[in-house]
C-alpha cells in the first residue's frame, strides 16, 4: 500500500469525497497531521489550487471545488452516483471514427485519446476506436459526454453490427480480459480484508488508511471499462464494484467522524475507535 500522499492531492482528495462541500482550513490541517504534512505546505497548496482555478473561497478559512474542478475530473466528482448502468450485450458494437480529426493538434489528439480510453474504446484499425454497446445510456447521451471530455464534435459516432472474419478475430485481443480479472480479484480481495479489521483501529489510524487504500482502488473503478461477458467475469466485476463503493463510503465516513471528534476533543486529545454505519 503507498504511504504517502502530498498536501495537493490531500486537499483535492478531500474535497472530491463531497464535491459540494465546503471545507475550512483548520479540517485540511487536521488532515495533514495524519500524513506528517507540514501546515506551510498546506497552506501554499491551498493557494495553488486556487490560483489554478481548481478551488474557490466560498469565504474566509472556507474552501469548495470549483466547476472548473468538476468538469476536469467529472467521473471523480460524480462517482457517489454510482457507476453507469449497462444493458444485456446484444454483440453489437459502439464505434467512433476520427479520420477526419487530424493528429497535427498533439494537445487535441491527447484529450481524445484519454476520453476514449477511459470510457472503454479501443482501437481496432487506425481512428476508428469501438466498445460493447452496453451501456443502457443512449448513443446520443453517450456522444455527449465524450465531446464535453475531449472528442471534437465532428469525430462520427455510430453502432456496429457486424465485421468480417479478420476483425472479428482481432476485437477480443483489445481488452486483457485476465489482467482485469485479475484486478477485480486482487482489490476486492484487498478491501474486503482492510474492512473486515478497520473497526479495530483508532480513528485517525482508519482515516489515513481509508485514503491511502482508496487513492488505489477507487481509480481502478472509475477507469473500469465497463465491459460485459465474455470480455471479463462478470461475477468478479460485480464483486470488485461492490467492494470498492463499500470503502468510498465508509472512508467517507471515517473522516467525518475524525473531523468531528478531533475539533471536539482538542488538540491532543485521545480518538476513539472508528465505527461503522451501514
Known amino acids: 500500500m503507498v504511504t504517502k500522499i502530498n498536501a495537493r492531492a490531500l486537499i483535492m482528495d478531500l474535497l472530491f469525497a463531497d464535491p459540494d462541500a465546503?471545507?475550512?482550513?483548520?479540517?485540511?490541517?487536521?488532515?495533514?497531521?495524519?500524513?506528517?504534512?507540514?501546515?506551510?505546505n498546506i497552506r501554499v497548496a491551498l493557494t495553488r489550487l486556487a490560483s489554478d482555478g481548481m478551488?474557490?473561497?466560498?469565504?474566509?478559512?472556507?474552501?469548495?471545488?470549483?466547476?472548473?474542478?468538476?468538469?476536469?475530473?467529472?467521473?471523480?466528482?460524480?462517482?457517489?452516483?454510482?457507476?453507469?448502468?449497462?444493458?444485456?450485450?446484444s454483440g453489437h458494437y459502439l464505434?467512433?471514427?476520427?479520420?477526419?480529426?487530424?493528429?497535427?493538434?498533439?494537445t487535441a489528439l491527447k484529450r481524445r485519446e484519454r476520453t476514449l480510453r477511459l470510457n472503454g474504446f479501443r482501437e481496432l484499425t487506425p481512428?476508428?476506436?469501438?466498445?460493447?454497446?452496453?451501456?443502457?445510456?443512449?448513443?446520443?447521451?453517450?456522444?455527449?459526454?465524450?465531446?464535453?471530455?475531449?472528442?471534437?464534435?465532428?469525430?462520427?459516432?455510430?453502432?456496429?453490427?457486424?465485421?468480417?472474419?479478420?476483425h472479428r478475430g482481432q476485437i477480443s485481443k483489445l481488452w486483457d480480459k485476465k489482467a482485469l480479472n485479475e484486478r477485480y480479484k486482487k482489490t476486492s480481495q484487498q478491501v474486503q480484508v482492510w474492512l473486515a479489521?478497520?473497526?479495530?483501529?483508532?480513528?485517525?489510524?482508519?482515516?489515513?488508511?481509508?485514503?491511502?487504500?482508496g487513492r488505489q482502488a477507487i481509480p481502478l473503478m472509475?477507469?473500469?471499462?465497463?465491459l460485459p461477458e465474455p470480455f471479463i467475469d462478470p461475477v468478479l466485476q460485480r464483486q470488485f464494484f461492490s467492494d470498492v463503493q463499500r470503502l468510498?463510503?465508509?472512508?467517507?465516513?471515517?473522516?467525518?467522524?475524525?473531523?468531528?471528534?478531533?475539533?471536539?476533543?482538542?488538540?491532543?486529545?485521545?480518538?476513539?475507535?472508528a465505527k461503522l454505519y451501514t
Open 22 to 40: 465546503v471545507m475550512n482550513s483548520r479540517q485540511f490541517l487536521l488532515a495533514a497531521q495524519l500524513f506528517a504534512i507540514s501546515e506551510n
Open 55 to 89: 478551488i474557490e473561497s466560498a469565504a474566509r478559512g472556507l474552501y469548495r471545488l470549483s466547476n472548473q474542478a468538476k468538469e476536469i475530473s467529472e467521473p471523480v466528482a460524480n462517482r457517489a452516483q454510482g457507476i453507469k448502468a449497462t444493458k444485456p450485450w
Open 95 to 106: 464505434a467512433v471514427h476520427t479520420g477526419v480529426l487530424g493528429r497535427v493538434d498533439r
Open 127 to 166: 481512428e476508428l476506436f469501438i466498445r460493447p454497446d452496453n451501456l443502457a445510456e443512449p448513443i446520443e447521451q453517450t456522444r455527449e459526454h465524450l465531446i464535453n471530455t475531449g472528442l471534437d464534435a465532428r469525430g462520427v459516432m455510430f453502432v456496429a453490427s457486424q465485421f468480417d472474419d479478420a
Open 197 to 213: 479489521m478497520v473497526s479495530e483501529l483508532d480513528i485517525d489510524v482508519a482515516a489515513r488508511e481509508s485514503m491511502l487504500i
Open 222 to 226: 472509475l477507469a473500469d471499462p465497463l
Open 248 to 273: 468510498d463510503l465508509v472512508g467517507h465516513q471515517l473522516w467525518q467522524q475524525f473531523f468531528q471528534q478531533s475539533l471536539q476533543g482538542g488538540e491532543g486529545s485521545e480518538l476513539p475507535k
